[in-house]
């Protein structure tokens, strides 16, 4: 009978996304200098919900997750309630479990002290997926094209904006200065090589933040509008992972454009007057023998 019980218990606390402690112990040995970490959870607007925990708290997120409100998926982009979810006050707003994903452990590049990231998904308390988040919505989608003996690949491109912290004089959003020399051009400057150069600090630095996450980020260029660009993400056979990616690489987009002092924005059309931006989204279904 406690052997049964035991058993059952194990079952409910064992990580249902994959996730294991043995990757926090590896990454805590090979990162002694990490003093805390970021846990993100990412809702439907795409804003990064969670806490910053300490170091000594990560082993325990790992080996039994961690306790979060149903709440948090149930926020508009702003973080207010959304009643007609069903998430706030219908279920009492209960805690539910979120669990790491394998493989998003990563450091934080440029953080003083150094800090750490790792991406979580929601689950509830037996460990069956919570329908209302939108990664274990992909992956709900990728099971029933694997029942079918499709496998999803794909690669993400990314437009966004530069902006000022300022505003203009008629109190709107305005295209950001160049980190480089100061420098502002009210033109489209589409492929400009030579207007890349102004943010050029900047985007080293997303480079080095990218590679230390392991996201393939690539090439750059500058878009239909005036402080405009387009970062292209390399081609994932995992449709899951290129997902993945595509969320960090946001991430540290905005976390190095805040630290150079403009802000990356990824709203569709922040400035009414110039083109706006999109996610292109390559992907190719393959069968079992990596037919397209």
């Not at 491109?157 to 020399?181: T, W, Y």
Request: proline residues 6%; contains cysteine.
């Amino acid at each position: 009978m406690r052997e049964a019980h035991k058993q059952t218990l194990n079952a409910i606390i064992a990580s249902p996304s994959g996730s294991t402690p043995a990757e926090a112990q590896t990454f805590l040995d090979a990162h002694p200098e990490i003093e805390a970490f970021d846990i993100v959870l990412t809702d439907a607007n795409g804003v990064g919900r969670g806490k910053i925990v300490r170091r000594h708290e990560l082993m325990s997120i790992f080996e039994g997750g961690r306790h979060m409100p149903i709440s948090i998926l149930g926020l508009d982009i702003t973080g207010e309630d959304v009643h007609e979810t069903g998430l706030i006050w219908t279920t009492g707003d209960g805690d539910l479990r979120a669990w790491p994903i394998p493989g998003t452990l990563v450091p934080l590049f440029g953080t003083q002290p150094p800090r750490g990231q790792v991406l979580m998904a929601m689950y509830h308390l037996d460990g069956q997926p919570m329908s209302s988040d939108p990664r274990l919505a992909l992956a709900r989608q990728v099971e029933i094209l694997a029942a079918k003996g499709l496998h999803p690949a794909g690669a993400f491109e990314l437009e966004f904006f530069l902006l000022a912290n300022e505003r203009d004089a008629d109190g709107k959003v305005q295209p950001a200065h160049a980190v480089l020399d100061g420098r502002r051009s009210a033109k489209t400057e589409v492929y400009s090589v030579d207007h890349l150069h102004g943010m050029e600090p900047l985007f080293s630095d997303i480079y080095a933040a990218a590679k230390v996450q392991g996201i393939p980020a690539e090439t750059v260029i500058s878009e239909y509008a005036p402080g405009q660009y387009e970062l292209t993400l390399n081609y994932r056979k995992d449709v899951m992972r290129a997902a993945d990616d595509l969320v960090m690489l946001k991430r540290l987009v905005r976390a190095q454009a805040r630290r150079h002092g403009v802000t990356a924005c990824f709203m569709a059309k922040p400035i009414e007057k110039y083109a706006g931006s999109g996610m292109h989204f390559h992907v190719s279904l393959q069968d079992k023998a990596g037919k397209n």
